[in-house]
């Protein structure tokens, strides 16, 4: 049985499925778009890199939203042409590889704290 749930994103009422239980189907679509959008643009990029900032202020994205992209594997396909700062120390390093917004040496400080 489907759960009735609030849209993460616009609030409204929604059936909740097993393959999405936090956006209603309006506001999964449009997240479909800008997916494709965004994927578009990194590769028409004339450069050979693009950097985070440029696409979070391009697409009016948050971080907390881009995060949450790619912490699902949404930016598999551009992720080599794509750079960021590090959360930590700003470092600008590539995204591919990542699975978290911390440079290498940020990390392993990290887990060796731990």
Request: charged share 25%; glycine share 4%; aromatic share 8%.
């Amino acid at each position: 049985m489907a759960n009735v749930a609030n849209c993460k994103k616009c609030g409204t009422l929604f059936l909740q499925t097993s393959n999405r239980i936090d956006v209603c189907d309006k506001c999964f679509e449009e997240q479909n778009k800008m997916l494709s959008e965004i994927n578009t643009f990194v590769m028409m990029y004339p450069e050979d890199t693009v950097s985070l900032d440029m696409i979070l202020e391009k697409f009016n994205l948050s971080i907390d939203e881009f995060e949450t992209l790619f912490a699902a594997g949404k930016f598999v396909k551009i992720a080599q042409k794509v750079t960021m700062k590090c959360a930590k120390c700003g470092k600008i390093v590539p995204l591919a590889g990542k699975t978290n917004m911390l440079c290498s040496s940020c990390t392993k400080k990290l887990q060796n704290e731990i």
